[in-house]
Each structure stands twice: as structure tokens, then as C-alpha cells.
């Protein structure tokens, strides 16, 4: 019999993580988890263009690493309370990142919310989702947002 | 707070479908949850290109269902021994008859395998988990094989 132990919840600070982060509360709380917050931070390349100076991307870099983890702890304190969190920060893309955190052996559940885009963002979008749950070795929960239903 | 009441479980006869059921059951014990399990049978128009007479494809048909509601009950029998569950059989493109009987059972989770088919097959049965993770409007499972 498997046993789910681990569970790990990517998120995003700059969405609407609430839909799925209910349902990994409720899992935590029914097969008696942990649960850990990944935020994915967008890679570092899109800064290169712009024409400032080292210190002035450093600054930002830091800032917004601080951002996201007060971004993390905010979610974690309003919507994970009474369950076992901790939060990781990582560099790079997505689905490379939780693919290769489920290779890992550590977890045992992912749990993923989706976006109801629409057009070319969302066939762009949806894929990360999508891919997860083609390559992850690691069971994968996977919901909709309310508002794109049906 | 969120419920799960009643799971929706999508087996393949045709493969190894075991360790989908031990989620399956793993999750309706820790959520005390009901149990639907459902496999689709190929829908007939794959056939509708042969020369066979009607009554030939009838028979078959016949006989092919009674096969797949034989093992369904076997594999019920042989993984949720004692277990409160449903058997649904149903004819269609298994995408189709998953969402349907989700809805039509009311049921708030799905849980399904990746299957690791070759060729052909893998391309189109592939896709069953992706068009169900896609159009649910329900939570949905992904389980893949063990190796």
C-alpha cells in the first residue's frame, strides 16, 4: 500500500493560488503531511537586455527574492494553518523544477492548480501542468480553477 | 474546507491497472470516501471499415462486453476485496465515458493511470489523461506505473 507523506504544492506569487491550496490542506490534514511550498522564481535572463547597472539588478534581485518569500509565508500563514509547511525558492523553469524535485524520491503527491487562459497564452501556459503530469514518476493532483469551469 | 466524498476510479483492463487501484483505495480510506471504478470498452466504429456482416459485429460485441464486465468484476474482486464500490462499464471513447460518469455520479476526484504504451497506442491512450486533466471540472489523480 502506498502512504503519501510528503506532498509537494508548486506555486506561483503572481496568481491566484487559493483553489489548490485548499485541497492541499485538506490532503496534508487527511493522510497526515507535510506540505512544501515551491515558488518557482523566473530565471534571470530577462534582465540582461536592460541596460542597468550590476548593482541595480542585484538590488533587484534581492528584493524580489524577499518579496517572494514574504509572498510564501503570507499563503502559508492564511491558507496552511494547523499544518506542517516549509517553503523552497528556486531559480529556473517550472516544470524542469518540480519534475526534478519529484525525481528526487522526497515526495510523494504533487498537487498543482491549472489557468484558465485563453487563446496562445493558454495552450502555452496549460503545458506546464500538462507536462508534469506526463513525465512526473510521482502521483500528481491536478485542479481547475473555479472560474474557467465548464 | 474542501470534501471528497466520492472517487471516480478509471481503470484499463488491457494493462496493469493494479497500482491505480491501490491509490484508489488508499485515498478513499484516508477521505472515507465512496469508490465508482469505470472502464470504457473501445467504441464499435472502429470495426465499421470491415466487411463483417451486422449480426457477426453484434455477436462480437456481445461477447466482447460480457467479457470486459467478467474481468472488471475479477479486478474489483482482486483489489477492493471488502471495499464499498460501484462497477460501471461503459462503451465510448474512455475520455468521453470518465467525464460523463464523473458528472453523472457526482464524483469530486478522478483518479486515472499514465500509461506507458508503445506506438500508436501510446500516442492515443497517452492522451486520455491529458484530455481528462484538461476538461474535468473535478479534481483529477494522475498515477503512473510502476516500473
Known sequence: MPSIKNILVPVDVMEDNGFFVEYAKMMAEKHEAKVTLLYARPPLDRFYDVYLTDDVVEKLKADSKQRAIDELDKLAENQLQNTDVSIKLRRGQPQDLILEMTETGDYDMVIMGTHCRKGMERVLFGSVANRVVKHSNTPVLTIHPAECKG | ?147
Open chain 2, 1 to 147: 474546507m474542501r470534501t471528497i466524498k466520492h472517487i471516480l476510479v478509471a481503470v484499463d483492463l488491457m494493462e496493469d491497472s493494479s497500482f491505480v487501484a491501490k491509490y484508489a483505495k488508499l485515498f478513499a480510506e484516508r477521505l472515507n470516501a465512496t469508490i465508482t471504478v469505470v472502464y470504457a470498452t473501445p467504441p464499435l466504429s472502429q470495426y465499421f471499415g470491415l466487411y463483417l456482416p451486422q449480426d457477426t459485429i453484434s455477436k462480437f460485441h456481445e461477447d466482447s462486453e460480457k467479457g470486459a464486465i467478467r474481468e472488471l468484476a475479477k479486478f474489483v474482486e482482486s483489489n477492493f476485496a471488502g471495499a464499498d464500490v460501484v462497477q460501471r462499464l461503459a462503451n465510448g471513447h474512455p475520455q468521453d465515458v470518465i467525464l460523463g460518469i464523473a458528472k453523472e455520479s457526482n464524483a469530486d476526484l478522478i483518479i486515472m493511470g499514465t500509461h506507458s504504451r508503445r506506438g500508436v497506442d501510446r500516442i492515443m491512450f497517452g492522451s486520455v489523461a491529458s484530455h481528462v486533466v484538461k476538461l474535468a471540472d473535478i479534481p483529477v489523480l494522475t498515477v503512473r506505473p510502476e516500473k
